[in-house]
């Protein structure tokens, strides 16, 4: 029988948890795989397929082959891990995968865990990982097979630092990592060179905060007191805006240990200052009413920059696709403008992972696959399978910075500086990043953005509001 604690504590609805949380508060679009932005990830476009039915298998097992079966969230991922898994299938004759994308999949992945049954492995995302480890021990610990497998440790130890870190905890390895999301700064080249600027992706390191602002002004087109073209677009989130600002600038949602909010820092403050004057102040860049109306009737926030609305977007590597669709878009990219302060440049990204379930019959034969998935040969596909950046940084830096490889945009090797300074989208040990961005985070970062309150006065809200949450998840 299920373990009805375990699914109050963890079971929140499909629509709230698939992927992460509601990040419609703060502005925020749409975000990367396995979170749910306003709703759901743009990034792996992850609308849900219905469950497959019961007993259902790709393929016909080999006698004396494991089963072993593996769930992922997104329905776009499909035609990638079909390719890996049968690959995979082809290339040993000891495993036998399956992959499967059930239905209402975070809901799915608890109950079944309750209930001591469901995948062996699944694809876990990094604002979910910390809370659920902590909250229930709900994924195995593959320390131990990480101890007795050189070729997997040396495979972990070419992944991206900080991905690595994130999902390990008390120098527990809770899974391997897969991949993960960049925001950077995409631009419509006409409208640039037509303004007689320089390209951003040009420009180097003098891609700043005050180019960003000069460039703003220069490409906002106004009739009166209209505009009809936004220079700016895409501040208002915590993925793809201001939190990226607020790391930037040598600042921070939490601190070190996670341990306690420290928002309201004046590294922080100037970040989100600058964000909102943007908007507000310079009205080069829209406001979050101002995206609403023009999201009316189904409107992809891609189609801002398609249609001409907006010149440069803060936006995630998930929107390439859609500009590779439209072939008389002239686009290109680069990093994130860099803070003046600390010349860095920032990536807040959703790291997403392979764990395993620590009621799984066959662990071995699991591991297995959570091996093969951390070598070269596997992420160097992750690219061309899924659009996404690979856990691994040697993959990472050969294919999506290659346009030759990897194809548009033209600029990609000045996403190298967006790889290396990736870090995961802050979240806390107990408290839920639903919790974190719906009582913590929107009530007043929604504010801010409004121009209803002073930037030092809400962010000092966000931070008494997210402590007194830690605190109570500490005492509760």
């Given amino acids: 029988m299920a373990d009805e604690k375990l699914i109050r504590a963890y079971g929140v609805s499909r629509r709230t948890f698939l992927g992460g949380a509601a990040l419609a508060g703060a502005g925020t679009l749409l975000a990367a795989c396995g979170m749910q932005a306003g709703s759901s990830d743009d990034g792996g476009e992850m ?121 390990s905890t008390d120098g527990h390895a809770s899974g391997t990592p897969w991949n993960y999301s960049t925001s950077n700064t995409q631009y419509n080249v006409e409208h640039v060179v037509a303004a007689g600027l320089t390209p951003p992706a040009e420009l180097g390191d003098g891609w700043d905060w005050n180019a960003m602002q000069e460039y703003g002004e220069k490409l906002t087109m106004r009739d009166g007191e209209n505009i009809t073209r936004f220079g700016q677009g895409h501040l208002h989130g915590i993925e793809t805006g201001w939190g990226n600002w607020i790391q930037m600038n040598g600042g921070s949602v939490l601190n070190e240990d996670r341990s306690r909010c420290v928002i309201a820092s004046p590294e922080a403050i100037d970040a989100v200052q600058f964000c909102v004057d943007m908007v507000q102040k310079h009205r080069v860049a829209p406001t979050r009413e101002e995206y609403t109306a023009m999201r009316e009737g189904g409107l992809h926030p891609s189609a801002l920059m398609v249609s001409g609305l907006v010149s440069i977007f803060s936006a995630g590597d998930w929107y390439f696709n859609r500009y590779k669709d439209q ?150």
């Fill in 47 to 167: 609308a849900e397929a219905e469950a497959p039915a019961e007993g259902e298998a790709s393929e016909a097992m080999a006698e004396g082959e494991v089963p072993v079966l593996l769930w992922q969230w997104g329905t776009t991922y499909v035609p990638g891990f079909e390719t890996l898994v049968a690959e995979y299938n082809e290339m040993q004759e000891e495993v036998a995968l399956t992959v499967e994308q059930p239905s209402g999949y975070w809901d799915s992945v608890l109950a079944a865990i309750a209930a001591q049954t469901g995948p062996d492995i699944f694809l876990m995302n990094g604002v979910n990982i910390k809370s659920w480890i902590t909250g229930g021990r709900v994924v195995g610990d593959l320390s131990q097979y990480f101890a007795t497998d050189q070729q997997a440790t040396e495979d972990l130890g070419a992944a991206l630092p900080s991905f690595v870190d994130w999902y």
């Fill in 327 to 476: 072939p008389d878009l002239d686009w290109d990219v680069t990093f994130l403008p860099k803070a003046p302060t600390t010349g860095q440049t920032g990536n807040n990204s959703n790291f997403r992972g392979t764990v395993m379930n620590p009621q799984t019959e066959v662990p071995d034969a699991a591991w297995q696959w959570l091996a093969h998935s951390l070598t070269k040969p596997v992420q160097d596909r992750i690219v061309e399978l899924f659009n996404e950046v690979p856990a691994r940084l040697d993959s990472a830096l050969e294919y999506y910075t290659s346009t030759e490889k990897s194809g548009p945009p033209p600029s990609r090797a000045q996403l190298e500086d967006s790889l290396r300074a990736t870090i995961a989208l802050p979240t806390h040990d107990v408290v839920t990043w639903q919790q974190m961005i719906r009582e913590g985070i929107n009530p007043s970062m929604n504010p801010i953005f409004d121009n209803e309150i002073g930037v030092a006065e809400g962010l000092k809200q966000i931070q008494d509001q997210l402590n007194a949450l830690i605190d109570q998840a500490g005492s509760g």
